[in-house]
């Protein structure tokens, strides 16, 4: 006996059992899927950046308040990745001269943020980035979004059950303006904007107030993200929705001047997915930005537009409208048992024939192990088929082929059993 304690895992984080892990496989194979009918090429950067890049980069609370930091041996203080923007930005600019523009990349992986563990959110989660580079134009911003639009239909979500909603900064930078607020406030103004979904009214009052609003101010604000029909007053959202519309997902889409971005670097068009419940937080979100590549040191602005989704949100939406996949725990076709210790080399030569022909074969390793325990083992794995190699099928040169599912057994030649298992590979 040991008074050990298990240690536990790192808070936020999550262990992905082989059920778990099929999720992910599953989703990244939509991502790439959707990705790909739009032309879109797959990359991917660095797990550790300087933390001087997202503090330019992705504004105050996310670098003070959510990045895991930590130190090199020469004292700089680097982050895991929190997101993916500013990397993406970083690698074009890096090789502006050499890229093909319009640059159209995805890509799908770990991002950490030092946020408070909750329902569709951790620490440590997987996330699909999508983004254009290199266009400045309504039809970039209306690709995106449609891009995100497809994957609701590549995941069966339905608009009754998720939408889009899409707002422009530039919109709501002029109104603000009107308002007789000067720069520095309009950046305080669209982060407090950012959170009026989050808190009720007078919450809402109560932080404008301790931002230095005043409450003619606050309530003007409020009034901004009200109107449902300032879209007409932008002509680029104007185009967008034109767009979106011949792409055959407008009815995913929605104005929603209250949509602005809490993230610094967002400059015209912006967007955000949501449950038309309203259960959880935003899905998704993301928007386009005009000054990223010239920020860390390229040496021309290039214009992109992007989005970024991640897993955890989305798995819980689908849980929440029924259409959680019901995902195989396993890729194994078939295991190949043992009947004896004196027939080992004999499943050992079957086993490696059915895997020169591509079929997933696991070879049970314990001879010593009764032949019902070794069938009860595949069926616990869920492997649909199992063979038998005993001293009959030996010395007539065939096997017993076992269907796990329908209980159907019957003796066959080897190289029927190979065509039966091709017939059924789906």
């Known amino acids: 006996m040991t008074d050990r304690q298990l240690i536990q895992g790192v808070k936020g984080t999550r262990d992905f059992y082989p059920e778990d892990w099929a999720f992910e496989m599953w989703f990244y194979e939509k991502i790439k899927e959707v990705s790909q009918l739009f032309g879109f090429q797959e990359y991917e950067g660095p797990l550790l950046e300087t933390l001087a890049l997202y503090a330019a980069k992705s504004g105050e609370e996310l670098v003070k308040k959510q990045a895991f930091t930590l130190q090199d041996r020469s004292g700089e203080t680097l982050a895991l990745r929190s997101e993916m923007t500013p990397s993406l930005a970083r690698m074009v600019a890096q090789k502006s001269g050499e890229l093909i523009f319009p640059v159209k990349w995805f890509t799908f992986g770990r991002r950490f943020r030092y946020e408070k563990p909750q329902k569709g959110r951790g620490r440590e989660f997987f996330q699909w980035d999508c983004d254009t580079l290199g266009l400045d134009s309504p039809e970039a911003d209306a690709e995106i979004i449609a891009i995100a639009a497809t994957m609701y239909q590549k995941l069966g979500l339905t608009p009754q059950e998720v939408r889009i909603k899409v707002n422009d900064r530039q919109l709501m930078q002029k109104k603000l303006i009107s308002l007789e607020l000067d720069e520095e406030a309009i950046v305080k103004a669209f982060r407090l904007i950012d959170k009026k979904d989050k808190v009720n009214r007078e919450d809402f009052l109560e932080m404008a107030k301790e931002q230095g609003f005043t409450a003619d101010q606050a309530l003007a604000m409020i009034q901004v993200t ?10 680029s959202l104007i185009k967008i929705f034109e767009i979106l519309k011949r792409y055959g997902v407008a009815d995913y889409i929605e104005f929603d001047p209250g949509i602005v971005r809490g993230l610094e670097y967002y400059t015209g068009t912006v967007f955000e ?5 309203g259960e959880f937080r935003a899905i998704w979100g993301g928007g386009r930005y005009g000054n990223l590549t010239a920020e860390v040191g390229g040496k ?10 991640g897993d955890m949100v989305i798995a819980e939406i689908l849980k929440a409208n029924g259409k959680y996949p019901t995902l195989p725990q396993t890729t194994t076709k078939l295991l190949v048992t043992i009947f004896s210790l004196e027939l080992l080399d004999q499943s050992i030569n079957l086993t490696n024939e059915l895997r020169k022909n591509n079929i997933n074969t696991e070879l049970y390793l314990d001879p010593q192990t009764k032949l019902d325990k070794q069938i009860k083992y595949a069926d616990k794995k869920s492997i649909p088929w199992v063979t038998i190699l005993g001293p009959n099928e030996v010395q007539k040169n065939t096997v017993t082929l076992k269907n796990l599912e329908t209980g159907e057994q019957k003796t066959i030649s080897q190289e029927q059993l190979l065509n039966e298992l091709k017939q059924n590979s789906n």
């Open 226 to 235: 009200e109107e449902k029909n300032a879209y007409l007053d932008s002509p």
């Open 273 to 277: 997915g949501w449950d038309v419940k």
């Open 300 to 309: 021309e602005k290039i214009p992109g537009v992007g989005f970024a989704m």
